[in-house]
């Protein structure tokens, strides 16, 4: 399975910034999807999960009211809509998968697949 995120960028504080991973190798929507987030020191940090169908969703309370997760399953894409950026969203993102039933999180260790991350960066 691969996945292969995009959409990285350097944005102001306050604007918005659109993720994409797209996924091959394995039936995409058996797959629960999540996006995490890892600043310079800091370990790597659930943001948000969706269910194989798209129907559940679940946040972090850091990124609530502000981040979207959604996916397109005739894609093999999960997205992230950023909205509302703020300095301290300026981390690596990276997409993941799990084979496990969706959840209101994840650990690292109980994500089975992982793309390569893109780099956020937030200016105030």
């Known amino acids: 399975v691969q996945l292969q995120a995009s959409g990285g960028g350097l944005v102001q504080a306050g604007g918005p910034l659109r993720l994409s991973c797209t996924v091959s190798?394995?039936?995409?929507?058996?797959?629960?999807m999540a996006w995490f987030r890892q600043a310079p020191g800091k370990e790597r940090e659930f943001e948000a999960a969706?269910?194989?169908?798209?129907?559940?969703?679940y946040y972090a309370d850091s990124v609530k009211g502000r981040f979207t997760i959604s996916r397109d399953n005739a894609k093999n894409t999960v997205y992230l809509q950023m909205n509302s950026l703020k300095p301290e969203d300026t981390a690596v993102y990276y997409c993941?998968?799990?084979?496990?039933?969706?959840?209101?999180?994840?650990?690292?260790?109980?994500?089975?697949?992982w793309g390569q991350g893109t780099q956020v960066t937030v200016s105030s």
């Open positions: 190798g394995r039936t995409f929507s058996n797959l629960r």
């Open positions: 969706i269910s194989g169908s798209g129907a559940t969703a």
């Open positions: 993941a998968a799990t084979n496990l039933g969706i959840r209101s999180s994840y650990h690292p260790n109980e994500c089975d697949y």
